[in-house]
Nanobody, 115 residues
Framework: QVQLVQSGGGLVQPGGSLRLSCAAS????????MGWFRQAPGKQREWVAG???????NYADSVKGRFTVSRDNAKNTVYLQMNSLKPEDTAVYYC?????????WGQGTQVTVSS
C-alpha cells in the first residue's frame, strides 16, 4: 500500500511560480518512477511530467521549459516546480505512482493562475 500526500498549490498571477510536493509512504520510494498529472474543469486528466527512479525526466509539450520535476529520495518526496505560469495551467494537479498493476494517486492540489 502506498500513500501519496500532496502540498503546495494555490493562487498565483500569470508569470508567477509555484512548487508542488508529493510525499510518499508505505513502500520503497527510490526504486519507483513518479508522475504528475492535471485535470482542468470539464477536461480529461492529462499527464504533465514524470521522473524515473534514476532521475530521468520527461515533460508534456505544453509545460516543457517551464516546469521541472525532481525527487529527493531521502525525503521520499517528488516535486513539481512550475514557472512562467499561464492561465491555461489552472487545474487540479495530482501526483501518481504505480506498484505492479496498482496505481496510486495523491489527493490533488488546486492551482489557479489568474490576475
Amino acid at each position: 500500500q502506498v500513500q501519496l500526500v500532496q502540498s503546495g498549490g494555490g493562487l498565483v498571477q500569470p508569470g508567477g511560480s509555484l512548487r508542488l510536493s508529493c510525499a510518499a509512504s508505505g513502500s520503497i520510494f527510490s526504486i519507483y518512477a513518479m508522475g504528475w498529472f492535471r485535470q482542468a474543469p470539464g477536461k480529461q486528466r492529462e499527464w504533465v511530467a514524470g521522473i524515473t527512479s534514476a532521475g530521468g525526466t520527461n515533460y508534456a509539450d505544453s509545460v516543457k521549459g517551464r516546469f521541472t520535476v525532481s525527487r529527493d529520495n531521502a525525503k521520499n518526496t517528488v516535486y513539481l516546480q512550475m514557472n512562467s505560469l499561464k492561465p491555461e495551467d489552472t487545474a487540479v494537479y495530482y501526483c501518481n505512482t504505480a506498484r505492479g498493476a496498482s496505481v496510486y494517486w495523491g489527493q490533488g492540489t488546486q492551482v489557479t493562475v489568474s490576475s
